[in-house]
C-alpha cells in the first residue's frame, strides 16, 4: 500500500528566507506525485505535479520540488518566503500504471514570520 | 471558469440524524471525487466517480453512507445516521483528463459537525 510521510507537523520560516517543507513516500513502482496548498476555510489548491521527466518541477506561487527517486522524496522548495505563503502544505502520491486512488499526507502547516 | 461547488458550507447535527451534501464540478470534468478530511489529518479518499460510474467505494463505510451521481454531472454524499466521529470537513473534487495524471481541483468543502 502507498503512504505518504510529512516528518514536521509544522515549519516557521522568517520572511525572505528560503523554505523546505519536506515530503518521503513509500509506493510499488514509479509515482506520480503531487502539492497542495490549504489556506483557512478553503479547499485544496494545486501547486505542482511530477510525473516524469525532469526531477525539479516548476508550480504556481514560485515554488519548486525536486523528485529524489533513490531518497524517495519530493521535497517542496521556494527560495524566498512571503507571509502570505503561511498555509497547511499536502503532499500526495499515486502508482503509475492503471487506476490507484491519491493518498495525501497529513500536512505540514508552515509559518512566515514577518 | 467556474470552480467546484458544494453546499452548504457547514452543517450541525446530532448524532444519529442525517445529512446529505451537494457538490458541482468543473463543467465538463469526467472525474469526481468526494474525501473525508478530519482535522489534523490528510483528506481520505471516500468514492470516486467517473462519470456518473464508481471507480473507487473502497473507503466509503457503506452502511451509513451513500453517494450518487446522476447524469454524471453534480453529487450528492449521504450519511444516515450520523456518528460522532463523522465530524470533518467533506471536501468534493473533480478533474477533467485521465484520471492517473490530472490535477485535481477541489471545492472549498462542507464542515460538518455531530452533536
Known amino acids: 500500500a502507498q503512504s505518504v510521510a510529512q516528518p514536521e507537523d509544522q515549519v516557521n520560516v522568517a520572511e525572505g528566507n528560503p523554505l523546505t517543507v519536506k515530503c518521503t513516500y513509500s509506493?510499488?513502482?514509479?509515482?506520480?506525485l503531487f502539492w497542495y496548498v490549504q489556506y483557512p476555510n478553503r479547499g485544496l489548491q494545486f501547486l505542482l505535479k511530477?510525473?516524469?521527466?525532469?526531477?525539479l518541477v516548476k508550480g504556481s506561487y514560485g515554488f519548486e520540488a525536486e523528485f529524489n527517486k533513490s531518497q524517495t522524496s519530493f521535497h517542496l522548495k521556494k527560495p524566498s518566503a512571503l507571509v502570505s505563503d503561511s498555509a497547511l502544505y499536502f503532499c500526495?502520491?499515486?502508482?503509475?500504471?492503471?487506476?490507484?486512488?491519491?493518498?495525501f499526507g497529513t500536512g505540514t502547516k508552515l509559518q512566515v514570520i514577518p | 471558469e467556474a470552480g467546484v461547488a458544494q453546499s452548504p458550507r457547514y452543517k450541525i447535527i446530532e448524532k444519529r440524524q442525517s445529512v446529505a451534501f451537494w457538490c458541482n464540478p468543473i463543467?465538463?470534468?469526467?472525474?469526481l471525487y468526494w474525501y473525508q478530511q478530519i482535522l489534523g489529518q490528510g483528506p481520505k479518499l471516500l468514492i470516486q466517480?467517473?462519470?456518473?460510474?464508481?471507480?473507487?467505494d473502497s473507503q466509503l463505510p457503506k452502511d451509513r453512507f451513500s453517494a450518487e451521481r446522476l447524469k454524471g454531472v453534480d453529487s450528492t454524499l449521504k450519511i444516515q445516521p450520523a456518528k460522532l466521529e463523522d465530524s470533518a470537513v467533506y471536501l468534493c473534487?473533480?478533474?477533467?483528463?485521465?484520471?492517473?495524471?490530472?490535477?485535481?481541483?477541489f471545492g472549498p468543502g462542507t464542515r460538518l459537525t455531530v452533536l
Open positions: 473534487a473533480s478533474s477533467g483528463g485521465r484520471p492517473a495524471t490530472d490535477t485535481q481541483y
Open positions: 509506493v510499488s513502482g514509479n509515482p506520480y
Open positions: 511530477y510525473i516524469t521527466g525532469d526531477n
Open positions: 500526495a502520491v499515486r502508482p503509475l500504471g492503471g487506476y490507484q486512488k491519491v493518498t
Open positions: 463543467s465538463g470534468h469526467a472525474t
Open positions: 466517480f467517473q462519470n456518473n460510474g464508481v471507480v473507487d
